[in-house]
């Protein structure tokens, strides 16, 4: 992303972005962290950004011209125009989707970096379907389905594949390994702050199926230990959604392969420590001792966790960013980078 000049507040196009953000806020009932300040992205082929500081980049020839001309065209778009109307819209409320979601403490127990390729692909994944699910109520929300009523329900291109794809599946393998809906967990998920996403997601698998035998004092050890056989799988995702060599539909499928082998160790290591633990709580006379060693394993067994800033990975991972590079010559599946 590159930053340009301050967008005026006097003027159409910041007028649109406030209402597409608004929309936002309404639809998920959380305030935004939004500073009100909006730049001009320059990066050519980035249509928009958030900065951590709560500012925001949008690409004045992807998303701010496209979204003011289907206001005043005063006809209906081309086909060719609806698509890129209906991209700068999902690129608003993706980024305003961001801003509704904290940052966390990165130092606090239990976080994993914001920026770790792994705990950005739950953001971009999370932000990116969201986008997608809503993106009709926030056309009508800002009347743009009134000036353009062919906008609402045109297929889009996915931004993310891998994310999206890795995240889906990620979401329906913990509920089934916690015996929840999934609606309940990427709502858990989605509620946490972005640092802690793996947490949030470990609890959910303790409290349904550890909670009535694991003793608190164990409790973040357990955490940590769930946490560590999923995350090196969806760094494996983000590896896949940086490539250039793959197409979306093969980003996908590398996404969607991950998750499930995260699924499978985050499974594994429960039924193993589920067993470990109800079996110390019903051989009493040796509960302590067993208990012991389970706390020696936790301990001993998995290395400190990598915050994967020194990796090569980390610095080909895009910060928020939303690319539309190559989606003219690629076709319409392939995703935004």
């Given at each position: 992303?590159?930053?340009?000049?301050?967008?005026?507040?006097?003027?159409?196009?910041?007028?649109?972005?406030?209402?597409?953000?608004?929309?936002?806020?309404?639809?998920?009932?959380?305030?935004?962290?939004?500073?009100?300040?909006?730049?001009?992205?320059?990066?050519?082929?980035v249509?928009?950004?958030?900065?951590?500081?709560?500012?925001?980049?949008?690409?004045?020839q992807?998303?701010?011209q496209?979204?003011?001309?289907?206001?005043?065209a005063g006809?209906p778009?081309?086909?060719?125009?609806?698509?890129?109307?209906?991209?700068?819209?999902?690129?608003?409320?993706?980024?305003?989707?961001?801003?509704?979601?904290?940052?966390?403490?990165?130092?606090?127990?239990?976080?994993?970096?914001?920026?770790a390729?792994?705990?950005?692909?739950?953001?971009?994944?999370?932000?990116?379907?969201?986008?997608?699910?809503?993106?009709?109520?926030?056309?009508r929300?800002?009347?743009?389905?009134?000036?353009?009523?062919?906008?609402?329900?045109?297929?889009?291109?996915?931004?993310?594949?891998?994310?999206?794809?890795?995240?889906?599946?990620?979401?329906?393998?913990?509920?089934d390994v916690?015996?929840l809906?999934?609606?309940?967990?990427?709502?858990?998920?989605?509620?946490a702050?972005?640092?802690?996403?793996?947490s949030?997601i470990?609890?959910?698998?303790?409290?349904?199926?550890?909670?009535?035998?694991l003793?608190?004092e164990d409790?973040s050890?357990?955490?940590?230990?769930?946490i560590?056989t999923?995350?090196?799988?969806l760094?494996?995702?983000?590896?896949a959604?940086?490539?250039?060599?793959?197409?979306?539909?093969?980003?996908?499928?590398?996404g969607?392969?991950?998750?499930?082998?995260?699924?499978?160790?985050?499974?594994?290591?429960?039924?193993?420590?589920?067993?470990q633990y109800?079996?110390?709580?019903?051989?009493?006379?040796?509960?302590?001792?067993?208990v012991?060693?389970?706390?020696?394993?936790l301990?001993?067994?998995?290395?400190?966790?990598?915050?994967?800033?020194?990796?090569?990975?980390?610095?080909?991972?895009?910060?928020?960013?939303?690319r539309l590079?190559?989606r003219r010559?690629?076709?319409?599946?392939?995703?935004?980078e």
């Open positions: 992303m590159s930053v340009g000049r301050l967008v005026p507040r006097d003027s159409d196009e910041y007028r649109w972005v406030q209402n597409v953000v608004r929309s936002v806020e309404t639809l998920t009932g959380r305030p935004t962290r939004w500073t009100g300040d909006l730049y001009e992205e320059t990066e050519p082929d249509a928009g950004s958030v900065l951590d500081d709560g500012a925001m980049t949008l690409s004045r992807l998303v701010l496209p979204a003011v001309r289907a206001y005043t006809r778009l081309t086909p060719t125009e609806l698509i890129d109307t209906r991209d700068a819209v999902l690129t608003a409320v993706h980024e305003a989707k961001h801003l509704t979601n904290a940052l966390g403490d990165e130092a606090a127990p239990g976080a994993t970096p914001v920026y390729p792994d705990t950005l692909a739950l953001e971009e994944g999370l932000t990116e379907s969201w986008a997608h699910q809503n993106v009709d109520d926030v056309i929300d800002v009347g743009l389905d009134r000036a353009q009523p062919e906008l609402r329900g045109l297929d889009s291109a996915d931004a993310y594949p891998a994310y999206t794809a890795a995240t889906g599946e990620l979401v329906r393998g913990v509920a916690a015996g809906s999934p609606a309940q967990v990427r709502d858990g998920m989605d509620q702050d972005r640092a802690q996403r793996w949030a470990a609890d959910l698998v303790i409290d349904q199926r550890l909670a009535d035998v003793p608190d409790r050890a357990v955490r940590t230990q769930l560590r999923m995350r090196p799988h760094a494996v995702a983000a590896a959604q940086v490539s250039d060599q793959l197409t979306a539909a093969a980003k996908a499928n590398s969607r392969q991950a998750a499930g082998r995260a699924v499978i160790d985050l499974s594994t290591t429960t039924a193993g420590l589920e067993d109800r079996n110390a709580v019903l051989e009493q006379p040796s509960q302590a001792a067993e012991d060693h389970l706390r020696k394993f301990g001993e067994s998995t290395p400190r966790t990598s915050t994967y800033r020194g990796s090569d990975l980390a610095s080909a991972v895009p910060s928020n960013v939303r590079s190559h010559e690629q076709g319409p599946d392939q995703g935004r």
